[in-house]
């Protein structure tokens, strides 16, 4: 224990989440030659190499990833007991907080919250992060993440959560396309061209999963990750995509397309906030779930 201090747990650390001496370097503000130096002191006090370089990465050994759950939670232990034991001033505060959303939830929430950090708290800053919805709870638990907003069921009793909104499904179709169609019947939904949303990063898998138990099947005719290339595809075509109703109406005001109604029972899901039970008695983490709520409120 003589061989150790807590600096090099961090390296340690920094290492083992970003597989890269300069990335960890970097995550601690430090440089590289120091990352590599802490390195080689616990290589020599726990007598294993703890990384190996794998073509442009680190990767632990077995010795390494044995020990990484334990200094991650102790370092989270060690700088959560400082932290309660400090005031949180967010008129004063200069830190960063980090939330994983979809670039949708970008789109619908972020506009809003930066105008309140803003206001209430000016020198604080905000990340957005798209974080893979299997990543979440271990980023939140290690202190990456501070919150994660979006539907995303399968994060249920292993984060603690508040709901912020229920929402449902819509169709969104271009103008002139929902001018010749009419009235959007079952009908029409199953011979038109559909696009699908597919991403990792996204909890969005229930009106594709509703669909199935229906037995409705759609003919797809494009797959793409991201939201925010919808309203142009849409806008001049024929095609249709499911959506939820408040991110439809945000497209529906800014081109040329229009949010119908399903011509199908849908349910609706919840849209919550997330975060780990492990930081929720930190000052700043309670501060920053309020001003999230706030906001979803004012929307």
């Known amino acids: 224990m003589n061989q150790i201090d807590l600096n090099l747990i961090r390296v340690f650390v920094a290492i083992y989440e970003t597989q890269s001496a300069t990335a960890a370097a970097e995550q601690l503000n430090i440089t590289q030659p120091t990352v590599s130096y802490g390195l080689g002191k616990l290589r020599e006090a726990l007598s294993d190499h703890l990384f190996v370089r794998d073509r442009r990465s680190l990767k632990p050994t077995p010795r390494a990833n044995m020990l990484y759950p334990r200094f991650r939670d102790a370092l989270n232990s060690i700088g959560n007991a400082i932290e309660e034991t400090q ?22 929430f972020l506009p809003s919250l930066e105008a309140d950090f803003q206001e209430k708290a000016p020198s604080i800053g905000v990340e957005i992060r798209q974080v893979q919805v299997d990543e979440i709870v271990d980023q939140l638990s290690s202190g ?7 539907n995303l069921p399968s994060l249920r009793g292993q984060t603690r959560s508040a709901v912020i909104f229920r929402e449902h499904y819509v169709c969104l179709v271009g103008k002139k396309q929902a001018l010749a169609m009419g009235e959007m019947t079952m ?4 011979a038109s061209r559909h696009v699908a949303v597919s991403s990792t990063y996204s909890g969005h898998r229930l009106a594709e999963d509703a669909l199935q138990d229906l037995g409705i ?9 991201y939201y925010t ?6 806008s001049n075509s024929d095609l249709i995509v499911l959506l939820p109703s408040r991110i439809a109406r945000i497209f529906a005001s800014q081109t040329d397309v229009v949010a119908m109604p399903a011509p199908m029972d849908l349910p609706e899901f919840d849209v919550r906030m997330h975060w780990h039970r492990r930081h929720e008695t930190s000052p700043a983490l309670l501060w920053l779930l309020e001003r999230i709520e706030s906001v979803s409120r004012s929307l």
């Open 144 to 150: 990456r993440l501070d919150a994660a907003v979006g």
């Open 87 to 108: 005031s949180f001033d967010p008129r004063t505060d200069s830190r960063v907080f980090s939330i994983a959303m979809t670039d949708i939830g970008s789109l619908y």
């Open 229 to 234: 290339a919808l309203p142009l595809l849409i």
């Open 187 to 190: 009908d029409t939904f199953l």
């Open 217 to 225: 099947s759609r003919r797809i005719v494009v797959r793409t990750p």
